[in-house]
């Protein structure tokens, strides 16, 4: 079974026309599959971005925010560290490591404001 495809055009200026058209010629691939993939990559990147804005918003989680970027939890946990986002949201035991921390350092201000939170 072949797969339908729809034909979109866009308007080039000679020299973008051109640049297809050598970088074509050097990675030996057709025009319109480098064009494909390039509109493929494009639409990634366009859906992780708004994933990743997403998130930094609230309006998801972790795993909500891989749904919408259409990339596996741990991809994209791995781009949220990548762009040094703080993840929270998404750790059950979150509290239970910061009181770790708080006991291994002797942070008494963590430590009083966790037995804040706890009552």
Known sequence: MSKSTITKSVRLSPEESEA???LSAHTAVTEATLMRKWIQQ????????????????????VRGGAAM???AYNRFLQELQTRHIVILDDDDR???RLTFLADTFSDELLQ????????
């Open 42 to 61: 494009g639409i990634e990147a366009q859906k992780m971005e708004l994933a990743v804005q997403a998130y930094m918003q609230r309006h998801c989680d």
């Open 20 to 22: 297809v058209a050598q």
């Open 94 to 96: 979150f509290q239970e």
């Open 69 to 71: 970027a259409g990339v």
């Open 112 to 119: 009083r404001a966790l037995e804040r939170l706890a009552d």
